[in-house]
């Protein structure tokens, strides 16, 4: 037997789900297929302003808001005793209108609620199960799931993550690159607060960065303040530090974070991921659109990787709602994502890339201008606040779903 709906989406990951719970609120019908990957490493994911706005159109963010932690302010700090280092940077939503940048939430909890709202959500069939031998025909594409079930849809989307088969299968040319980090990430308990303020100590390995989350007033051991971490690392030392035991681990992050927040206990599993880079040439093929780490992905410097994958999400939704009502998978819908995607993610690939090899290079000339950026966006009000806007809310022609306005919780 095969199932047929308008749209299927591989991957049921925060992208994909996103992706089905929006397209059936367009009024397309989908099925969702994928693994549902809910295990705790530690990692969360900072959402900022223009994804608070999508799961606020979609009528999600008070099921969200709960599970998340507001970031009011960002502290950019050069930890790589450089010859022109320079005081810590502070930026303040405020600065730009904003009661927060953004919120931080614990991906597998993201996750989680995605999937129950899914499950719950008229127009969406969740199935959990890998798909992949896809095949295409005229005027549609089909997947077969690991049971052996057919899944057929006028459009696929791939929302199967950084070793994407959908990826893989539509065949586009793919630039993909190694970086000489691995990331540890942890949920850690902490003595002092964190006051919503986001920390990145920009180390000679990497950033060494924590996101703020909500407090724990049941904490057994009285550290009720907690926030996330992602260490960026040389691969040894990852691997070094993944064998530490936690009260060893949460030694060394006090160390590295010069005790801003005072005695750290770890909270749950830790995760290691190694750093790496791709790039596709485009985001879309016959009856095809790839969204989020199917499509593109990077390091976490900056917090950019999901957000991104969001804005590829609300641009899917209006590029079907203006060309796809009849066929979602025509090439007028297609190629209209696929334009309206392409600047956005080469930039901020190129962005992240550059910031991220401006520290791991070790030139003085290097040290100097990636100084001197730093004091001019301390410096410089328009450029500070021009730079805030572009991390949060790209100005310019954002998704429909992405205009209005995110209130975010005291
Ligand atoms: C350490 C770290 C910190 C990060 N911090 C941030 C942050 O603060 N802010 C931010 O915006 N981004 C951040 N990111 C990036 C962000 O986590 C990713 O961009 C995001 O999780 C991608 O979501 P996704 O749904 O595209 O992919 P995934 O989360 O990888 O989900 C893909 C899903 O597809 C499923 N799947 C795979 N193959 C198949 C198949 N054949 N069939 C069906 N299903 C399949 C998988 O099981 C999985 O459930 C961070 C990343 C890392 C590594």
């Known amino acids: 037997m095969t199932i ?11 992208a994909g789900l996103t992706t089905a719970i929006a397209l059936a609120g367009a009024g397309f019908s989908v099925t969702v297929a ?8 530690g990692r969360t994911v900072a ?21 998340s932690k507001p970031l009011r302010r960002i502290r950019l700090v050069d930890d790589t005793n450089n010859l022109f280092r320079l005081p810590p940077v502070q930026l303040e939503a405020a600065e730009i209108g904003l009661p927060a940048f953004g919120a931080n939430i614990e991906n597998a909890a993201l996750v989680e609620k995605l999937a129950a709202i899914a499950r719950e959500t008229p127009g969406v069939r969740m199935i959990e199960g890998m798909l992949g031998d896809y095949v295409t025909h005229e005027d549609e594409i089909e997947g077969r ?15 199967d993550g950084r070793a994407s088969q959908v990826r893989a299968y539509a065949d586009v040319g793919v630039h993909e690159w190694r970086y000489p ?8 308990r902490h003595a002092e607060p964190h006051r919503s303020t986001s920390t990145e100590f920009h180390t000679r390995s990497g950033p060494c960065t924590l996101v703020p989350m909500r407090p724990d007033p049941s904490s057994p051991d009285g550290l009720r303040n907690r926030s996330s971490l992602v260490w960026l690392m040389s691969p040894d030392e990852a691997e070094r530090r993944m064998a530490l035991s936690d009260a060893e681990l949460a030694g060394d992050i ?18 290691m991921f190694p750093m790496s880079g791709l790039s596709c040439e485009r985001l879309v093929a016959e009856r095809i659109a790839l969204v989020a780490d199917a499509g593109h992905f990077f390091p976490p410097i900056g917090a950019q990787g999901l957000n991104l ?17 009849t066929d979602p998978g025509c090439t007028h819908a297609l190629a209209d994502y696929d334009k309206r995607r392409r600047g956005d993610v080469a930039t901020r690939s190129i962005g992240v890339d550059l910031m991220n ?10 040290d100097f201008i990636r100084s001197a950026g730093l004091a001019a966006m301390a410096s410089i009000g328009p450029l500070r606040r021009a730079l805030m806007r572009e991390g949060v809310a790209p100005p310019g022609r954002l998704p429909r779903l992405m205009r209005r306005a995110a209130h975010v919780a005291p």
Request: glycine residues 12%; positive net charge.
């Open 254 to 271: 006090e160390a590295q974070v010069h005790g801003i927040h005072g005695r750290i206990a770890l909270e749950g599993p830790r995760g």
């Open 47 to 67: 959402l900022f302003e223009a994804s608070l706005r999508l799961y606020r159109s979609l009528g999600l963010w008070e099921r969200l808001e709960p599970l």
């Open 145 to 159: 799931l690991s049971t052996g079930e057919r899944l057929a849809a006028a459009l696929l989307v791939g929302a």
């Open 357 to 366: 090899r401006s520290l791991l290079i070790h030139i003085l000339p290097m």
């Open 4 to 14: 047929r709906s308008d749209i299927l989406v591989a991957g049921a990951g925060a």
């Open 181 to 188: 980090q691995t990331a540890i990430t942890a949920l850690l």
């Open 309 to 325: 994958g969001l804005r590829d999400v609300a641009q899917l939704i209006d590029s079907m709602e203006k060309y796809g009502r």
């Open 34 to 41: 994928g693994g549902l990957d809910t295990r705790r490493n």
